[in-house]
């Protein structure tokens, strides 16, 4: 007990940085003890459970925790967060209490927005009423809460609920080969949809790879973390503005460019409010704009905090001494308590992603307000999103198929580009009807557009999720599959040809069924026998090494040779 301090003394913190996906720039350092080894220890865990048994470990962690914004203090960057990692027994301690750490902030003169605290979501609901006290009273006090690993443990969704979190953070376990894995990419993808629609943003942790920063740009994580920034740092002075490497890979990318971006002519510029500001400014902003019926309030670095409503002022701000009190001093009370989260989106997530946030939230909001790397840029109000909305589907219409209502050949030759434009591996699959003129002449083109139909809707329903489909035209159909192994691909596609060959079946009158075939007449006008409807594939593999001009030839030749087998023919482009 003596001896602790000694042992704080020799530990020390190294700071992660944590930047914004598309620019690069540091937003936050996370603090990270080194030096436990010294001192006789395997592990952080092992270290803190230690102090946990000795009934030290809130007296550690004030120490600690001050050790640490002491550090994080010398880096002279602005708009800077430190996340700093609480242990969540600190609630069993005897000597917890509410304040310390505002205490040190006051003395560094540092403002309680800039602290992020980490909860980990590993046993932290032992005791719901305790975690649930701890998170209010540090969000009370003007901090910012992140829920660490999620993902990892059975009480996540539960302690996001409680939480009220400003921030989410992705365990490793589901960043690694997130490219090569579509059930990690649509799990991340679902945590990062629901965590917007809440206000939360998303932060990526242990980010190595090209390839995994792609795939968590593609879906819309907020800010990342990882040797592929930056290892760990005990040198401050190591620490960068901005991280070059990553506005560089955004600004490289090779793959998929998204070309329905919003225009700047619907988003409205609705002057905001400083947090700083007290009740008596916002009371005359509602006076000098009286159009307005709510007011976005945001940072001194212009971060969008939320939104205040004039209504939940009303009854104060017109009350016979309501604006006497609020010019008060001692009456003064903080915006905070009146600010409502707001529904944001990124003005680089594109017109799809906006009008998908605003309808799973659309009946709460009076639109959706616009941020540009977390800072506030504007609003699109119910009307102009509503124009949003009409203006994409034309151009969806305008690029699908009229029957099935499948992407066109625009985003086929756009899947194709790219794909010979990316280091992964995809492959193509082309499906053609075996004999459909036969029997669109014999049964009719109502029963040809049906038997289109069933495959068409056959092929959302199977590979929808995993790969990107598509109606060429007539009884040709296109699929295409990224970072998928050649057998997964083959066998999907075999399961597909025999799926349709029984269901289309049913679209036969039972004579035809039971002969197993049709007799009509072929393209010359001689009487044949074609067999009952089947399609062909034929599965294109291309990778980096592909040489795109070899690709008509091959296409030609396979798409040839499908139609001779029953199972899906497959072929690679080389060089």
Not at 104 to 111: G, P, Y
Request: aromatic fraction near 12%; include cysteine; charged fraction near 25%.
């Amino acid at each position: 007990m003596d001896d602790f301090r000694i042992i704080v003394d020799k530990l020390d913190y190294a700071f992660q940085p944590i930047v914004n996906t598309r620019t690069g720039k540091l937003f936050a350092v996370e603090a990270l003890i080194r030096g436990y080894q010294n001192i006789g220890f395997k592990s952080i865990p092992d270290l803190f459970d230690n102090f946990f048994d000795k009934k030290i470990l809130y007296k550690i962690d004030l120490i600690l925790r001050k050790k640490a914004i002491e550090k994080f203090n010398h880096i002279k960057i602005e708009d800077l967060k430190l996340f700093y990692n609480l242990d969540n027994r600190l609630l069993y301690m005897p000597d917890f209490e509410k304040g310390n750490t505002n205490k040190i902030l006051k003395q560094l003169n540092i403002k309680e927005s800039a602290i992020c605290f980490e909860i980990t979501e590993n046993g932290s609901m032992q005791n719901k009423l305790m975690v649930n006290k701890m998170l209010n009273n540090y969000k009370s006090e003007g901090f910012n809460i992140a829920i660490d690993d999620f993902g990892t443990g059975i009480s996540g969704l539960e302690l996001l609920y409680l939480s009220e979190a400003d921030y989410i953070k992705l365990d490793r376990f589901f960043i690694r080969d997130i490219n090569k894995d579509s059930r990690k990419k649509l799990f991340c993808s679902s945590i990062v949809d629901m965590a917007h629609v809440m206000g939360i943003k998303v932060i990526a942790e242990g980010i190595e790879t090209t390839a995994e920063y792609y795939t968590c740009k593609d879906i819309n994580i907020d800010y990342i973390q990882g040797f592929l920034i930056s290892k760990p740092t005990l040198n401050i002075l190591h620490i960068k503005h901005t991280y070059e490497n990553i506005p560089n890979l955004f600004k490289n990318d090779r793959r998929n460019k998204t070309n329905n971006l919003i225009d700047k002519d619907y988003i409205e510029y609705i002057e905001p409010l400083s947090i700083n500001s007290n009740l008596h400014d916002l009371f005359l902003y509602f006076k000098e704009f009286p159009s307005n019926n709510f007011v976005p309030i945001i940072d001194e670095y212009k971060t969008l905090l939320g939104v205040i409503y004039e209504v939940d002022i009303k009854k104060l701000s017109y009350s016979q001494y309501g604006l006497s009190l609020a010019q008060n001093v001692s009456f003064k009370s903080k915006l905070s308590s009146y600010i409502k989260p707001s529904l944001s989106i990124e003005v680089a997530w594109g017109i799809d992603k906006t009008l998908e946030m605003f309808n799973l939230r659309g009946n709460e909001s009076k639109g959706i307000f616009v941020t540009k790397s977390n800072k506030y840029i504007g609003f699109i109000n119910v009307n102009n999103l509503l124009s949003l909305s009409y203006k994409r589907n034309l151009e969806i219409a305008q690029n699908q198929n009229p029957l099935t209502k499948l992407p066109g050949n625009n985003q086929i030759d756009k899947f194709i580009q790219n794909s010979f434009k990316s280091d992964e591996v995809t492959h193509i699959v082309y499906f053609d009807f075996n004999d459909f003129k036969p029997f669109n002449d014999y049964y009719g083109f109502r029963q040809g557009d049906r038997a289109i139909l069933i495959f068409s809707e056959l092929l959302q329903k199977s590979l929808r999720k995993s790969a990107f489909v598509a109606h060429i035209g007539g009884d040709d159909f296109f699929v295409g599959f990224r970072g998928k192994k050649f057998e997964k691909v083959y066998k999907k596609i075999n399961q597909v040809q025999q799926e349709f060959k029984q269901s289309v079946s049913s679209l036969y009158n039972e004579e035809d069924k039971k002969k197993g075939f049709i007799s009509t007449k072929d393209r010359f006008g001689i009487n044949r026998e074609f067999k009952l409807l089947s399609v062909c594939s034929a599965i294109i593999e291309i990778t980096k090494y592909s040489n795109q001009s070899n690709f008509d030839k091959i296409l030609g030749k396979i798409k040839k040779d499908s139609k001779l087998t029953d199972a899906p023919l497959g072929s690679s482009i080389l060089m």
